[in-house]
């Protein structure tokens, strides 16, 4: 008989889609009714729903343990260089473009409380322009960041031959070991950034979801991710009081515990029930849109706000602004994402010596894609 779960490998998880556009309104939302106010980048803000819109940054935090179980499925079956020109593929091209249209938004109308220069965006191109004394266009690129350095390790032990379903509980345990190390002892900006020490844990409970997809819940998979779990919690309770510090408001260690179980546990789910009722290319949609959306959403949301705040109520506002980046989000997604990643992937795979003409076109890439996009 035909095991489940080589049938459910072959599914695209549509529930991850609509997570992934719970995790990004969630943090637009953060942005909007919360965080623009608090740093004096706009005067909107939704004080009625501060209770609530104060914790909307934890949707980063569901989107690294996605991400954790979407890269080790695209790994899985693929060269160290297919994967390389895949993830780029995925994440550069549209960068770039939402990077772009940024900093042109601020440029024109951000004027005074956002301001950019050409020197700026081109710091940008790198993803971390702190490297070259700059700042971020947008306060969310940090996360893309930690995505690529997450990407690094992923390609550095596939070159190894060491990201393997076998080896992920010695990769997890070392890496949770180095990171409460860290966290707890010097807590050094160096290791930070290069082994993710603060955001570790959500990434490790993706890996060991997979693992637990492919492979059903054996012990050692879920002891471990009880383990990552717990670090996922100590991780975001020091995050929660860099908040406290930063915002001067008040957060719960209870409610961002909670927050935290419930992060793995809601991606649990949704790989244990991968469909929904609703149509397969709106969901398709659905999950595609959330990059661009993510991307666009905080600093042109400002600039938005501080054109045209006094012509509408604060919660109208939010929403049409929020509708209106979701909509923006999908055409850049539908007429520009799509086929940036197909040429990036082509012109990439020609320029490499002995890449599999798969990569291009087959119906096993475009499998993979359609999970790990």
């Not at 020109?85 to 549209?94: D, E, L, S």
């Not at 509408?312 to 929020?322: R, Y």
């Amino acid at each position: 008989m035909t095991d489940p779960r080589s049938q459910s490998f072959h599914l695209r998880l549509e529930t991850l889609d609509a997570l992934r556009l719970l995790a990004a309104l969630s943090v637009a939302l953060f942005h909007f009714g919360f965080r623009g106010l608090t740093l004096d980048l706009t005067d909107v803000a939704l004080p009625s729903y501060e209770a609530v819109l104060k914790y909307g940054y934890l949707g980063v935090q569901l989107f690294f343990v996605i991400s954790g179980f979407v890269i080790a499925y695209s790994a899985e079956g693929r060269t160290p260089t297919q994967f390389g020109i895949a993830r780029f593929a995925r994440i550069y091209p549209t960068f770039l473009l939402c990077m772009t249209v940024t900093f042109l938004a601020v440029v024109a109308f951000g004027s005074p409380r956002l301001h950019a220069t050409a020197m700026q965006w081109a710091a940008n191109l790198i993803i971390k322009p702190a490297l070259l004394g700059q700042e971020a266009l947008d306060g969310s690129y940090w996360s893309i960041f930690y995505e690529v350095v997450f990407y690094a390790w992923v390609f550095a032990f596939m070159a190894m031959g060491l990201f393997k379903r076998a080896n992920y509980p010695a990769i997890v345990v070392g890496w949770l070991l180095i990171s409460v190390i860290d966290r707890a002892t010097i807590s050094s900006g160096v290791m930070r950034y290069l082994v993710l020490t603060d955001q570790s844990a959500f990434f490790c409970a993706g890996l060991l979801l997979y693992a637990a997809f492919r492979d059903g819940y054996r012990r050692k998979t879920i002891v471990l991710l009880g383990f990552s779990t717990v670090v996922a919690i100590y991780q975001s309770l020091q995050l929660a009081q860099w908040s406290r510090e930063h915002y001067q408001v008040g957060y719960s260690d209870t409610v961002v515990a909670a927050a935290c179980i419930a992060i793995i546990a809601i991606v649990a789910a949704a790989i244990r029930f991968p469909q929904t009722p609703l149509p397969s290319r709106l969901m398709l949609a659905v999950g595609g849109l959330t990059y661009p959306l993510y991307l666009l959403h905080q600093h042109i949301g400002y600039v938005v706000f501080n054109q045209v705040g006094s012509a509408m109520q604060p919660l109208p506002l939010v929403v049409v602004v929020t509708l209106g980046m979701v909509v923006a989000s999908y055409l850049i997604w539908r007429f520009f994402e799509r086929p940036a990643q197909s040429w990036t992937k082509s012109v990439l795979t020609r320029l490499v010596p002995g890449m599999p003409a798969a990569l291009l076109s087959g119906h096993g890439a475009r499998r993979k894609e359609g999970i790990a996009n």
